[in-house]
């Protein structure tokens, strides 16, 4: 026992380490006890037990070995040092736990692996488990296999990866312990799970009896994805997900939409090991491939094709061997041989992926032009080879041989090529299937569908076909254009029958056809971007696309048809062919015809005066004829006739210039005012260019030939006019037609012109004797630059010096010039916000299509063999020679094709060429060529590209200078994409070249930073990026250094730390250290090219774009315009520009530009502030949250600051000295007056800049930034602003740091400006900020954080308290017990305070407290003088002035607040308290009387005060008033005289974007909509109102919900006045059954989607609307009319059903609405068009025949439908189909045999059933009773109920006859009685059916009590009945009214009106309604109804089954006798007090 006291006194971990086993184990029992109660997982206690862990699980007695696994596995889950031992303790897991004999152990052990994996250690974990697989224990294999399958199981394929573990699988199966074959197999099954049939391959060759078994499991699996089932800590959110799904039954596919959990397709090909191929083969395959014997020739290919069959091949240099193949395919003459080889590259296509890219365009023209050979199996050979090598490049890459081929003469080539294009369309998608593709392949293929052979027509079809399947209609329809209505339909038709490789349709054409409109600028974006012929098509993609749904809320276009304007020029045809999508056909008219339709229109005096001799009176005439047209319709203008009258003799030949002036303006104005047509625009075009040289008259020519351009369209008027005006001599019409261009190209933009066209007219002119013609055309050239840009001049190279020194002064002036955006053009052909997007999109386009439109040699015929062979010469002269005639092959032809023989490979062996002179003579071949051929150079990059690369390790620096020049040359034309995908660069890197290392490194340094996105690729060059930065050579370590930033930037720090996992330990460190100092200096990425440019610039490709537009607009000196687009670049604003330029800013005028400090400091870039949010909120720049802030947040804000502030300043503020920073707030202060926009715009930029201050130790800059601060929040104060989220969560939680500081003005100034904030920005979210301030260290923080809390509680009373009052309460209340006095006393002051303003209910509030701390505070109140209740006036006073602002019409002005405030700190509140605008609204729906008198201003939820309306007058008949001309307004007042249009007016400001607008357009129609005998001026528009309140609903749900700047509590106040006013229109159920079923189906829609939005559920007031608009919908679904919300609900359930993006929950409440209208129906059958509703069920049923519906996941659907249907049969009976007459062919409907099955089943049920519960005295009935027998019995029952004693009795009978033979006819015995006996007997059967059938089950459902059904009334010649309750009283009518006039009464309604009442059953249906009749304030009695309401039908949510009796009143449920009197007169107290 001496012992263990000795161990018992030790610290735990000192027992853990103990000899003895006792003494560890009860250490690791109490250390299972500490780390189960250490709550901080960063607690410094767990760093102790760090090196003992391993000891823990490897601890060599068993029993301690099992307490110390316990321990281990829960310090691993609440340790966040734990990851730092998963190498060790795995380690000892795997060799000392899992061979443990104990169950337990081996459990325990499996739980800590996987533990290690949830705390993201995946790797190491897996990585020891499959080092436990070589293990010599089998246990141990066995255990760590089990624990492989349980992780895999548990957290998926993208956690654990398969690929090491697939590759140890096969070892796994020969195991000769069957244990472990189990296990592998298990195993297997679970891999099988995740990643289906891509583990086949791998596992194709284990023993056949294994493999089937396996396969025999696998079967057995269910098809549904796996889910991953536990989650990593970084994986929370996915967690709580899957927790809910759970929850809520385990929905299946809760997840399916959701990206994150779906399962990621795991391609085979990835799990495969790499065979090297090149080694093995045959050593005399060179001889044997050449041999003359085909027999030889047979067996070396057969060698190849042996080697290709392997899956995956190592990537090595095939061009030899594809060569040979190549050779074999094109020239043997042996087909079979032909076929064998095209295997062989089928082959090595498939097993070398995107490797063998570099090969496709060698073989492709080859594969193409050999399809000449008939034979099926060369045929197909040929096919499965061109498809294997298409799949490993791009249709890109390849398009110029596939276009070649075309022309070919023979069919069969013919054929085969369009049908290859067709299967590679297949392949692609819009983005990748781009115009400028599409524009060539579609004019080959429409030369195709002429052909002669029908084979080449069919194939040229398909192709078509395809190609519009995947690009849609909008992309291809443009090149269609020529194409008759057979052939088009015929590619239509191809097209349906296309199925695209990516399964569904990606293209446009689905689009097209839902939504015509909108899909217009959708698709052109698609094909537009990927157009971009540059590797950031996917920058110019992410942009527009983003900016779509903008565009598309935009609303539909203006005009009737769409931007087609746009959409021609896009598509990059000709304008010719474009306009024509949108031009007015027109035949030409005789003339005859044309003087007939004239007439019709003109004067006979005008026509007959035409061609008068005199021209006084043609002049007459030509006035008359200007003022009929003036007044012409746009529908009745004859153009062509009118403009063939004017071209009438004398026509343009007119000699009198008065006469030909008017006659030139009147053509205007028939081209602006009528349909004008080419066809008429001809007919005039030739006079009008003939007069635009007059000096008299060429005015008006160029004013009707713009009339023209605009009608139809610029690019073919300017074609037309142009050559018109050059096959004239006059010059003076040359130069001013091309002066007219001029201006027209800047006036209509420059999309859609056909440049070629021009730059051959302009030549002309060039050349012209006339020195005004040759100024005018270089005046065009300017302004043609300023759209196209450099790419111009290259078209006039080869002018003379002279001329062409000219054109570049020209260039020159325009260089520092944006073009101006389109002034014309646009409106009449787009309309709609869309434009911005497309037309950016174009003029991407314009600079790429340029480079198309030059004139490219085909040089490959020069490239001949006997070249090729000299240039691989052994003699190095020879090969010289060789090199030098390429020169100047290239030279000549300027611009060439891309097809150049066999030239790359002959210029790649070059570049290894011994001799260094040559290797930089290809170097500069290489360099030219790649200007010379364009972007088309990017299919030479794998071939050529990359070598060039591998000259970048040439030990001669020369050459490594030309290599670098060369590939600079290359990317600039091909983008960096090419370059950094596959695996060529991180082969270049691997190779330990101390100078290819340095040169590839810093070459990637430079290229990176300028991109704004990379391929994944990238990551594989990070292994060998960490190997040099541990290189020999200290410069590749630096150039490593250097890069390691920018691949940081692409690849981001995660991935770039994971990719160390692989490194030694040692190397381990060091690298993440270096990663660590380069995420500090991390840039960011480059930014899109900005919004504003695409207008501003106008349409200036980003590529050209020579100055930025935010620097235009800022107006700053002309020499900043210079350097700023350099600025922009750099930091990636242009995405186009080269990385070196970006960099060189200029200095020189650097140095000016910092003397020059005039102009503004902060300059407004138009959404600047917007994209900064929205990049810190995609994470694209660095969060702003810091405890210091380190280098990288300094230099991040520096660069946001670049754009917008001016240079100078900049320097000032980031200066290191802080007078600087001194002389920066001293010019700040000088210009916050003169510049607020411009601080405004930038202060997120300021406010961060300032919180770097709060940080700087020097006083003088703190005092002088907090002095900067109060006048900035007090401007802003004055401006109105509100600070953004973001604003203040970068800049409060700073802010208050300084609250804690020791100097007492610092103190003070902070929290001045803190009360300052309050004004700007809610207190109840400051409150959140300053609470956490109090959990600071710094006492004095918590103090006067404790303190501020106090004087916002009293300032903005208990609201302010956040989250709720009760928590922060209870928060503040700890401080009661700090250590620190002042922080003690500030709590206690703090609470004291909020019991001032709360009373008594603070400790509750509190909750428990020490006895120490409550007789503290106890103490504290008792001493505190102040009473509770001065409280609440203090409150009322303080917020009046914060409701204030909220709009206009609140302008009563309040009194300033009561000077009796006690703390001090409020008097700086007191100088300007101000409206905190929409943050005090409190409970929404509730009207708290108390608290309404107290507060003598506050209205609870802030509305517009109403006007008081003399609706009176809208009654009176209507007088026409005085036409006056007078501002529309909105209020009904102002024009009694038309109702309807005031209406109207007011019902179009609800779906207004403004809220507060569409609140007060609300409040005007709720005025309407409570008063009775105005309410029914709404109606006819209710639709109308209907319409605007769900647009209203869908603009919040999309946009204010989204909008992080608007205040949710304004959209809860739309909310609520929305369902307000639903509410009082659907109590009236005249107006109610107005609604149409289209807009029910829309308003059901929109809230259904409101009840289930999430947002709204979080928000404060969420539940109490997603209340209300339950209460709503119920008043929807039983007001209404039933055909229409029947209908409504049936539409809306067949379109959720189908839409793949409907939540289950949202078809499951349509259902819900849906049962509840079966329950309605017994009411309401008679009031149903049944023929509609069945056409209706009929239309769903065809959408959905029942299997289909058996599918659907719920079985819902199928069950409603049925109980709908049986529901109608049961009410109906066979009458039910005399009403399908609304269904066409019946015989064919689900729904007529389904009606019949259910009379059937309900005949046959009821023949078989006999009644056992027959009430007394009802007569039992023999079921073969005859007819006369039957007619007596009814006789009977009929006798008994019209008798009054009988009457119940009889009822009951005739119910149970009924009951028995439900298809016994009653007819005759009703018929001869009165309408009300019929109606009678009716209800009183009703009622018995609802007293048996669960007494009163309906009522329950439907929430009308029994009372309401059945209230039958009196009559004295037929019976008296009494109806019986529920309770089985009786009840009369007379209860019923006693009942209503207490209501009216408690309502405050005057009982007098009885007679005008409705009839009392439908007084009683409409329960909820009280017409309130004072207007005053309309929102109080909305409140109150909603309120009552609300209590009536608390649990009447659709899914309630609970009983509850509307019937009972509309007060609340706490419905004492409340004294009226007094309630009017508080409520009159309130009023007054108000005014």
């Given at each position: 026992m001496g012992d263990d006291s000795e161990w018992m006194k030790l610290s735990i971990d000192q027992k853990c380490e103990h000899k003895l086993w006792k003494a560890r184990v009860n250490g690791y029992e109490e250390a299972l006890k500490l780390f189960q109660k250490i709550e901080d997982e960063k607690s410094p206690e767990w760093s102790k037990y760090l090196g003992l862990i391993k000891k823990f699980v490897t601890d060599s007695n068993a029993v301690a070995q099992l307490k110390g696994l316990e321990a281990a596995l829960a310090y691993v889950e609440n340790a966040h040092v734990a990851g730092k031992t998963t190498g060790e303790v795995i380690s000892g897991v795997v060799n000392k736990v899992f061979n443990q004999p104990k169950a337990r152990a081996k459990e325990l052990g499996i739980d800590i692996c996987l533990m290690y994996i949830e705390i993201e250690k995946g790797e190491p974990v897996q990585e020891e488990l499959l080092k436990g697989l070589d293990n010599k224990n089998p246990k141990i294999i066995v255990a760590c296999i089990e624990t492989l399958r349980k992780a895999l199981s548990d957290f998926g394929s993208k956690i654990i990866s398969l690929k090491p573990i697939i590759k140890v699988l096969p070892k796994l199966f020969e195991s000769r312990e069957k244990a472990v074959r189990d296990e592998a197999k298990l195993l297997a099954v679970e891999i099988y799970r995740w990643i289906r049939d891509a583990l086949r391959p791998p596992l194709q060759n284990i023993n056949s009896v294994q493999l089937k078994e396996l396969e025999e499991e696998w079967v057995k699996l269910p098809p549904a994805a796996p889910k991953q089932t536990r989650f990593l800590r970084s994986q929370q959110e996915l967690k709580a997900k899957f927790e809910q799904q759970q929850a809520a039954g385990g929905d299946a596919d809760g997840g399916g939409d959701d990206g994150d959990e779906v399962v990621p397709q795991v391609d085979a090909y990835e799990l495969l090991e790499a065979v090297e191929i090149l080694s093995k083969l045959p050593k005399d395959f060179d001889d044997k491939i050449e041999a003359k014997k085909w027999q030889e020739r047979k067996e070396a290919l057969e060698a190849v094709e042996?080697?290709?069959?392997?899956?995956?091949?190592?990537?090595?240099?095939?061009?030899?061997?594809?060569?040979?193949?190549?050779?074999?395919?094109?020239?043997?003459?042996?087909?079979?041989?032909?076929?064998?080889?095209?295997?062989?590259?089928?082959?090595?296509?498939?097993?070398?992926?995107?490797?063998?890219?570099?090969?496709?365009?060698?073989?492709?023209?080859?594969?193409?032009?050999?399809?000449?050979?008939?034979?099926?199996?060369?045929?197909?050979?040929?096919?499965?080879?061109?498809?294997?090598?298409?799949?490993?490049?791009?249709?890109?890459?390849?398009?110029?041989?596939?276009?070649?081929?075309?022309?070919?003469?023979?069919?069969?080539?013919?054929?085969?090529?369009?049908?290859?294009?067709?299967?590679?369309?297949?392949?692609?998608?819009?983005?990748?299937?781009?115009?400028?593709?599409?524009?060539?392949?579609?004019?080959?293929?429409?030369?195709?569908?002429?052909?002669?052979?029908?084979?080449?027509?069919?194939?040229?079809?398909?192709?078509?076909?395809?190609?519009?399947?995947?690009?849609?209609?909008?992309?291809?329809?443009?090149?269609?254009?020529?194409?008759?209505?057979?052939?088009?339909?015929?590619?239509?038709?191809?097209?349906?029958?296309?199925?695209?490789?990516?399964?569904?349709?990606?293209?446009?054409?689905?689009?097209?056809?839902?939504?015509?409109?909108?899909?217009?600028?959708?698709?052109?974006?698609?094909?537009?971007?990927?157009?971009?012929?540059?590797?950031?098509?996917?920058?110019?993609?992410?942009?527009?696309?983003?900016?779509?749904?903008?565009?598309?809320?935009?609303?539909?276009?203006?005009?009737?048809?769409?931007?087609?304007?746009?959409?021609?020029?896009?598509?990059?045809?000709?304008?010719?062919?474009?306009?024509?999508?949108?031009?007015?056909?027109?035949?030409?008219?005789?003339?005859?015809?044309?003087?007939?339709?004239?007439?019709?229109?003109?004067?006979?005096?005008?026509?007959?005066?035409?061609?008068?001799?005199?021209?006084?009176?043609?002049?007459?005439?030509?006035?008359?004829?200007?003022?009929?047209?003036?007044?012409?319709?746009?529908?009745?203008?004859?153009?062509?006739?009118?403009?063939?009258?004017?071209?009438?003799?004398?026509?343009?030949?007119?000699?009198?210039?008065?006469?030909?002036?008017?006659?030139?303006?009147?053509?205007?104005?028939?081209?602006?005012?009528?349909?004008?047509?080419?066809?008429?625009?001809?007919?005039?075009?030739?006079?009008?260019?003939?007069?635009?040289?007059?000096?008299?008259?060429?005015?008006?020519?160029?004013?009707?030939?713009?009339?023209?351009?605009?009608?139809?369209?610029?690019?073919?008027?300017?074609?037309?006019?142009?050559?018109?005006?050059?096959?004239?001599?006059?010059?003076?019409?040359?130069?001013?037609?091309?002066?007219?261009?001029?201006?027209?190209?800047?006036?209509?933009?420059?999309?859609?012109?056909?440049?070629?066209?021009?730059?051959?007219?302009?030549?002309?002119?060039?050349?012209?004797?006339?020195?005004?013609?040759?100024?005018?055309?270089?005046?065009?050239?300017?302004?043609?630059?300023?759209?196209?840009?450099?790419?111009?001049?290259?078209?006039?190279?080869?002018?003379?010096?002279?001329?062409?020194?000219?054109?570049?002064?020209?260039?020159?002036?325009?260089?520092?010039?944006?073009?101006?955006?389109?002034?014309?053009?646009?409106?009449?052909?787009?309309?709609?916000?869309?434009?911005?997007?497309?037309?950016?999109?174009?003029?991407?386009?314009?600079?790429?299509?340029?480079?198309?439109?030059?004139?490219?040699?085909?040089?490959?015929?020069?490239?001949?063999?006997?070249?090729?062979?000299?240039?691989?010469?052994?003699?190095?002269?020879?090969?010289?020679?060789?090199?030098?005639?390429v020169t100047s092959i290239i030279n000549d032809a300027k611009f060439i094709q891309p097809n150049i023989g066999e030239l790359p490979a002959a210029l790649k062996c070059r570049l290894n060429d011994s001799n260094k002179i040559l290797v930089q003579q290809t170097l500069s071949i290489l360099q030219q060529l790649a200007t010379a051929m364009g972007p088309n150079i990017r299919q030479h990059v794998k071939s050529l590209g990359i070598s060039i690369i591998t000259v970048l390790g040439d030990s001669k620096n020369n050459v490594r200078a030309a290599a670098l020049a060369t590939v600079n040359a290359w990317t600039e034309q091909t983008g960096m994409k090419e370059w950094l995908e596959g695996e060529d660069l991180s082969e270049e890197l691997k190779k330990e070249n101390p100078f290819l290392r340095q040169e590839l490194l810093g070459w990637l340094a430079d290229k990176l930073p300028t991109l704004r996105s990379v391929p994944s690729d990238l990551l594989l060059c990070v292994p060998h990026l960490y190997s040099c930065l541990e290189d020999r050579n200290g410069d590749v370590r630096k150039k490593a250094q250097d890069a390691l930033p920018f691949f940081m930037m692409h690849l981001g720090f995660e991935k770039m730390a994971k990719a160390t996992c692989k490194l030694k330990p040692t190397s381990k460190d060091q690298v993440l250290a270096m990663l660590e100092k380069a995420k500090a200096i991390m840039p960011a990425k480059p930014a899109a090219p900005a919004k504003t440019s695409s207008r501003a610039v106008g349409a200036a490709p980003a590529k050209f774009q020579s100055a930025s537009a935010p620097a235009e607009e800022s107006g700053s000196s002309t020499m900043e315009n210079k350097t700023d687009p350099k600025k922009a670049k750099a930091g990636g604003a242009a995405s186009k520009t080269k990385g070196t330029q970006g960099k060189k800013v200029p200095s020189k005028p650097n140095l000016k530009e910092d003397d020059d400090r005039s102009g503004p400091i902060f300059i407004i870039v138009p959404n600047g502030k917007e994209q900064r949010m929205k990049d810190e909120k995609g994470l694209k720049v660095l969060k702003w949250n810091f405890t210091t802030p380190r280098d990288e947040y300094i230099e991040q804000l520096k660069t946001q600051m670049s754009t917008c502030v001016a240079r100078w300043l900049q320097d000032e503020m980031f200066h290191t000295d802080f007078q600087h920073h001194n002389k920066a707030l001293a010019v700040m202060v000088e210009h916050l007056e003169s510049e607020k926009d411009g601080v405004i715009s930038c202060l997120d930029l300021i406010l961060k800049w300032l919180t770097l201050r709060f940080f700087d130790t020097n006083t003088s800059v703190l005092m002088k930034a907090l002095e900067y601060l109060k006048l900035l929040f007090t401007l802003l104060r004055q401006e109105e602003y509100h600070l953004t989220e973001n604003e203040a969560s970068s800049f409060i939680p700073y802010l208050i740091l300084k609250v804690g500081e020791p100097k007492d003005v610092i103190r003070k100034d902070v929290r001045a400006i803190l009360n300052r904030m309050c004004l700007i920005y809610p207190a109840s979210k400051m409150f959140t900020f300053i609470m956490e301030g109090t959990k600071s260290k710094n006492s004095k923080q918590r103090a006067e954080c404790l303190e501020e809390l106090g004087c916002l509680v009293e300032s903005y009373g208990m609201n302010v308290c956040q989250p709720t009052p009760g928590k922060a309460l209870k928060e503040m209340a700890t401080h009661i017990g700090d250590r620190d006095n002042t922080v003690r006393n500030a709590a206690l002051n703090t609470i004291v305070t909020v019991y001032n303003v709360h009373g008594d209910q603070v400790f509750k509030l509190i909750g428990n407290l020490s006895e120490k701390d409550m007789s503290m505070l106890e103490e504290r109140i008792k001493r505190s003088a102040k009473r509770p209740a001065a409280a609440p006036a203090r409150q009322a006073e303080e917020k009046p002035q914060r409701v204030q602002s909220t709009n206009a019409n609140t302008s009563v002005l309040r009194k300033g607040p009561a000077e009796d405030i006690s703390s001090k700190l409020n008097q700086a509140r007191n100088m300007n308290v101000h409206s905190e605008t929409t943050h005090t609204v409190p409970r929404e729906f509730q009207l708290d009387l108390d608290e309404i008198e107290n507060d003598n201003g506050t209205v609870q939820c802030e509305m517009p005060a109403l006007v008081q309306h003399k609706l009176d007058d809208i009654f009176e008949p209507v007088l026409i008033p005085e036409p006056k001309i007078r501002a529309v307004s909105p209020h009904f007042d102002d024009m009694h005289s038309n109702t309807a249009s005031t209406i109207n007016f007011v019902i179009s400001q609800v779906a207004s974007g403004d809220i507060n607008t569409s609140i007060q357009a609300l409040a005007q129609i709720d005025e309407v909509l409570r008063q009775e005998d105005k309410a029914e001026a709404m109606s006819g528009h209710i639709d109308q109102f209907l319409i605007a309140t769900f647009m209203q609903l869908r603009l919040i749900y999309n946009t204010h919900m989204a909008d992080e700047k608007l205040d949710k509590d304004e959209i809860v106040k739309l909310y609520s006045c929305i369902i307000g006013n639903m509410i009082s229109l659907f109590q009236m159920e005249s107006l109610a059954r107005e609604a149409s079923t289209g807009v029910l189906k829309d308003l059901m829609h929109g809230l259904i989607t409101l009840m289930l939005d999430s947002r709204v559920e979080d928000l404060e007031e969420g539940q109490q609307v997603i209340r209300s608009v339950n209460l709503l919908v119920v008043k929807v679904l039983e007001k209404s009319d039933q055909t229409n919300i029947l209908s409504a609900l049936l539409v809306l359930l067949q379109d959720s059903l189908l839409a793949t993006a409907s939540s289950p929950k949202f078809s499951e409440l349509v259902m819900k609405c849906l049962w509840r209208m079966v329950r309605l129906l017994p009411e309401t059958i008679n009031n149903i068009n049944l023929d509609r509703i069945l056409l209706d069920i009929h239309i769903f049923m065809k959408v959905f025949p029942k299997e289909k519906l058996k599918q659907c996941k719920s079985e819902f659907p199928i069950r409603t439908l049925k109980t709908l249907l049986h529901t109608l049969c049961k009410l109906k009976g066979p009458k039910i189909l005399d009403h399908l007459t609304m269904i066409e062919n019946k015989n064919e409907s689900e729904l007529e045999a389904h009606l019949c099955r259910v009379m059937k089943h309900s005949v046959d049920q009821t023949g078989s059933k006999t009644d056992k519960d027959t009430e007394k005295g009802a007569s039992r009935i023999d079921e073969k009773s005859s007819k006369a027998k039957v007619n007596d019995i009814l006789a009977e029952i009929f006798k008994k109920i019209g008798s009054k004693e009988n009457t119940k009795e009889g009822l009951a009978e005739l119910y149970e006859y009924k009951k028995k033979y439900s298809d016994a006819d009653i007819e005759p015995f009703l018929k001869n009685s009165s309408q009300f006996f019929q109606s009678y007997v009716e209800r009183g059967l009703r009622l018995i059916e609802m007293e048996r059938e669960g007494k009163g089950r309906i009522p329950s459902s439907t929430g009308i009590s029994p009372q309401e059904v059945t209230c039958v009334p009196t009559s004295t010649n037929t019976v008296s009945a009494s109806t019986g309750n529920t309770n089985g009283e009786e009840v009369g009518p007379s209860v019923y009214l006693e009942r209503l006039k207490i209501l009216r009464q408690r309502c405050g309604l005057d009982n007098a009106k009885q007679e005008d009442r409705p009839a009392l059953p439908s007084l009683l249906s409409k329960p909820a309604a009280p017409t309130v009749a004072s207007s005053t304030d309309m929102l109080h009695s909305k409140l109150s109804q909603l309120r009552e309401s609300r209590e009536h039908y608390q649990h009447l949510d659709l899914d309630s089954n609970q009983t509850h009796s509307s019937g009972t009143g509309t007060t609340s449920s706490s419905s004492t006798a409340t004294n009226i009197d007094d309630l009017k007169k508080r409520l009159e107290r309130i009023k007054s007090s108000r005014k």
């Open positions: 042996m080697l290709v069959k392997n899956p995956k091949l190592e990537a090595g240099d095939y061009a030899d061997l594809v060569k040979a193949l190549k050779k074999v395919v094109g020239k043997d003459t042996n087909v079979m041989l032909v076929a064998l080889a095209a295997k062989c590259l089928a082959g090595l296509a498939t097993g070398l992926r995107k490797k063998f890219g570099q090969y496709a365009g060698q073989v492709v023209p080859t594969i193409l032009e050999k399809f000449k050979e008939k034979k099926p199996q060369v045929v197909q050979a040929l096919q499965e080879a061109i498809d294997a090598i298409f799949l490993t490049t791009t249709l890109q890459n390849i398009s110029e041989d596939i276009l070649a081929v075309m022309d070919n003469k023979n069919p069969t080539i013919k054929q085969q090529t369009s049908l290859f294009i067709a299967r590679s369309f297949r392949h692609c998608t819009p983005s990748t299937l781009p115009k400028s593709l599409l524009k060539p392949f579609c004019a080959a293929l429409l030369k195709h569908i002429n052909d002669s052979a029908p084979e080449v027509r069919d194939a040229a079809f398909e192709a078509l076909g395809t190609a519009l399947k995947v690009a849609g209609e909008k992309a291809v329809n443009p090149f269609l254009t020529d194409v008759d209505k057979l052939k088009l339909d015929r590619v239509k038709e191809c097209a349906e029958k296309v199925e695209l490789a990516y399964g569904k349709n990606t293209g446009g054409g689905a689009v097209d056809k839902k939504e015509c409109r909108p899909a217009a600028g959708k698709t052109l974006v698609l094909s537009g971007a990927a157009g971009d012929k540059d590797t950031k098509d996917t920058s110019a993609k992410s942009g527009p696309l983003k900016k779509m749904p903008a565009a598309k809320s935009g609303g539909p276009p203006k005009k009737g048809k769409p931007a087609a304007a746009a959409g021609a020029g896009g598509a990059g045809t000709k304008g010719k062919k474009g306009s024509e999508t949108k031009e007015i056909f027109e035949p030409e008219l005789s003339i005859e015809v044309c003087e007939e339709k004239a007439s019709a229109v003109l004067p006979a005096s005008c026509i007959q005066q035409l061609d008068s001799g005199n021209w006084k009176e043609r002049l007459a005439c030509m006035e008359e004829f200007q003022k009929a047209v003036e007044l012409m319709e746009r529908s009745e203008m004859p153009c062509q006739a009118l403009v063939r009258m004017l071209a009438k003799k004398p026509g343009w030949k007119e000699t009198n210039f008065q006469v030909m002036q008017m006659k030139l303006h009147i053509v205007a104005l028939i081209a602006q005012k009528g349909n004008f047509s080419k066809t008429s625009a001809q007919i005039v075009l030739d006079g009008l260019v003939d007069k635009i040289g007059d000096v008299k008259c060429g005015s008006n020519a160029k004013e009707a030939m713009t009339a023209i351009a605009e009608a139809c369209l610029l690019p073919w008027t300017a074609e037309q006019a142009m050559s018109m005006a050059f096959s004239q001599k006059n010059p003076k019409n040359q130069s001013e037609t091309l002066n007219w261009l001029s201006n027209a190209i800047k006036e209509f933009g420059f999309s859609g012109l056909n440049v070629k066209a021009f730059i051959s007219n302009v030549k002309t002119a060039l050349a012209a004797t006339n020195p005004a013609v040759r100024i005018a055309a270089i005046t065009l050239l300017g302004v043609m630059y300023l759209y196209v840009g450099p790419p111009l001049r290259m078209f006039f190279e080869d002018e003379k010096p002279a001329l062409l020194s000219q054109i570049d002064a020209e260039f020159e002036k325009m260089q520092g010039q944006t073009a101006p955006a389109p002034t014309r053009g646009t409106t009449k052909h787009s309309g709609g916000s869309g434009d911005d997007v497309e037309e950016g999109e174009e003029q991407e386009d314009i600079g790429n299509d340029v480079v198309d439109l030059l004139p490219r040699a085909e040089i490959s015929d020069k490239i001949t063999d006997e070249l090729v062979s000299k240039i691989g010469d052994k003699n190095w002269k020879i090969r010289k020679e060789g090199l030098d005639e």
